[in-house]
């Protein structure tokens, strides 16, 4: 049990650039969550996976957001056309079933100049 | 969806102080988790607390899901007990949402 690992840990980009962020769960947890991260907030909600599927996206994640789980692995999540409010934080968290608890990984810290 | 209010929203001790932290839900929840973020930004999940009392070293935490609320009390506390605390319940049937935190600073 390595933990959830997340690459790159920071990245800077500037504004309509896309970027790619991976996310590799504790393996055998087939749930698994993306959530944002700005100063002084609690992390926000993203989007939910369960094993490869989608189960529920956030409002927040506007149509230039995407997130992938193939194979129910690891995940990633674009943006595209990055705007200087997307710099945050992003987080990756898993867990083995519904009501148990969440591992984060350390985060992907996004700057858009 | 449920609204979740920490407090307090800062909090300064000096070492060896106990502290209690609050944790109020706008609904009933069946879970509750506790987070600690430290200064690097790593979030740690301290306890999956539903109901009742549970310990861990000088950290527990008691959920009381009738009258929608958890304490997380920090006894003799120490300098690298400082960061943020989360707490999160469910909302919905698969998303957690987290409070604004109790950021805690504890001085040498």
């Known amino acids: 049990d390595t933990g959830v690992s997340q690459d790159p840990r920071h990245k800077i980009t500037k504004r309509g650039q896309n970027v790619t962020f991976r996310c590799d769960p504790i393996?055998?947890?087939?749930?698994l969550y993306w959530y944002r991260q700005t100063l002084g907030q609690g992390p926000e909600f993203l989007t939910y996976f369960q094993n490869e599927a989608q189960l529920e996206k956030s409002r927040l994640l506007s149509d230039r957001f995407s997130a992938e789980r193939p194979k129910g692995s690891f995940s990633t999540l674009e943006i595209q056309r990055t705007e200087q409010g997307d710099s945050a934080m992003y987080l990756c968290?898993?867990?083995?079933?519904?009501?148990?608890?969440?591992?984060f990984g350390n985060g992907t810290r996004l700057t858009v100049t | 969806g449920i609204q979740v209010e920490q407090s307090p929203p800062d909090l300064i001790l000096q070492e060896g102080a106990n502290s209690t932290l609050r944790c109020n839900f706008s609904d009933s929840v069946n879970n509750l988790q506790w987070f600690h973020q430290n200064p690097w930004g790593q979030l740690i999940n301290l306890f999956y607390?539903?109901?009742g009392t549970k310990q861990n070293g000088r950290l527990s935490a008691t959920t009381v899901a009738t009258e929608r609320y958890s304490l997380l009390y920090i006894s003799s506390s120490q300098t690298t007990d400082s960061g943020v605390y989360f707490c999160a319940g469910p909302s919905g049937t698969y998303k957690y949402i987290f409070g604004t935190g109790t950021r805690l600073k504890v001085l040498a």
């Open positions: 968290a898993s867990s083995p079933q519904d009501y148990s608890p969440l591992h």
């Open positions: 393996s055998e947890h087939n749930r």
């Open positions: 607390i539903p109901s």
